[in-house]
């Protein structure tokens, strides 16, 4: 997204980097694919730090020596975090633009103090901008880049014996191993009540599609489609399930009627809790500070609670779409994106 906006400003811009097919879709020229990188806690993680050390290294190596105009990182702080430290103990003088820099929610003078003394840190959140202020650290914010991508559409009520349901599982393998099996059986529980309904599945990718197909051969799921990207599988919904994280966004911000959830290994349960000191985790509730769409995480995730919670919102979504009207101002302008792409771009030419 934000390379399509920075090629409309200027139009002679090349890009270069990591990723995967959207990126290469998008005109960029990439060294290395990221696909299958991410990964649910650290027993999932720990096996693949060697690959990611080594990949961290050799794109150092690259930038240094090809020393491009901008370099920017997008989240992913534990390897982006890195790769600006090791650019910046080989020399490298160029501007580093964070996006999503790490410790959204996880308030850490130390860590603001750290990522500020490498990189220029663009954050989507006016909380953590008043935090990195609030301990001196240098910071910018613009509004979430989503904004603009999405309008928030009228309440809609869902007819009695149907509507459509986009089913957002995630993308990790984790996510669609733990959520899938609990979608299925969801879906099946709210035909029970709207026999007409329809399912579109978002998938996030050729192998989360597969994934997905598989499931609902295997649960002989009637009446559902997949779709790629979470745009698509909202198109027609009147109400949504979705994995949290930055998916939840995009649904309020499109106006869906939605309830979360999450499930990790009982094993993680532990390290989740000591990590995440919040009363939620799904990002319209942190922003807010109060539950406007509802949370079913671990054992609170049944078949049951899907059902009913979101067949309630599709019969009566008003009070959920109130708080997406807040939220929607609380994300900030809806020229984020341009406004970021625009101080890239000054960036760059600067440098």
């Known amino acids: 997204m934000l390379i399509d906006v920075i090629r409309a400003i200027d139009r002679q ?47 150092a190596f690259h930038i240094a020596a090809s020393k491009p105009d901008l370099v920017v990182l997008v989240d992913f702080g534990v390897f982006n975090l890195r790769l600006a430290n090791q650019l910046r103990r080989m020399g490298y003088s160029g501007s580093i633009l964070d996006i999503f820099p790490p410790g959204t ?4 003078p130390r860590r603001a103090q750290q990522v500020s003394a490498v990189v220029d840190p663009v954050t ?32 809609r009520i869902a007819p009695p014996a149907g509507g459509t349901l ?6 990790r393998r984790g996510e669609l191993r733990h ?38 051969e295997r649960e002989r799921l009637e009446n559902v489609e997949v779709v790629r990207g979470v745009s698509a599988a909202l198109a027609d919904a009147e109400g949504a399930w979705v994995a949290s994280g930055t998916a939840v966004l995009e649904v309020a911000l499109a106006g ?9 290994p009982r094993s993680m349960v532990w390290y989740g809790r000591r990590m995440i000191r919040h009363r939620f985790i799904t990002p319209p509730n942190l922003v807010l500070g109060r539950e406007i769409v509802p949370e079913l ?6 078949p049951e609670r899907l059902a009913d919670e979101i067949d309630r919102l599709m019969r009566d979504p008003s009070a959920q779409a109130a708080g997406y009207v807040e939220l929607r101002a609380a994300l900030g302008p809806a020229d984020a994106l341009e406004r970021c792409a625009r101080y890239a771009v000054d960036l760059a030419r600067a440098g």
């Open 105 to 108: 929610w996880l308030d850490n």
């Open 124 to 155: 989507a959140f006016r909380h953590q901008y008043d935090f990195y202020r609030s301990v001196g650290a240098k910071i910018n914010f613009f509004g979430h880049p989503l904004t603009s991508q999405y309008t928030l559409r009228p309440p």
């Open 166 to 171: 986009a089913l957002l599982p995630g993308s």
């Open 256 to 264: 869906v009627p939605a309830v979360a959830l999450y499930v990790i």
């Open 297 to 302: 995480l671990q054992d609170a995730a049944t």
């Open 179 to 216: 959520h899938l099996p609990v979608f299925a059986q969801a879906y099946r529980v709210l035909r029970g009540r709207r026999p007409e309904l329809r399912g579109v599945f978002g998938a996030a990718d050729e192998r989360a599609a597969a994934t997905i197909a598989e499931t609902i």
């Open 13 to 59: 811009a090349q890009f270069e980097g990591i990723g995967t097919a959207r990126m290469r879709a998008a005109g960029v020229s990439l060294w290395r694919d990221t696909t299958g990188w991410a990964s649910m806690g650290p027993a999932a993680a720990i096996p693949k730090i060697p690959k990611l050390l080594a990949a961290m290294l050799s794109t």
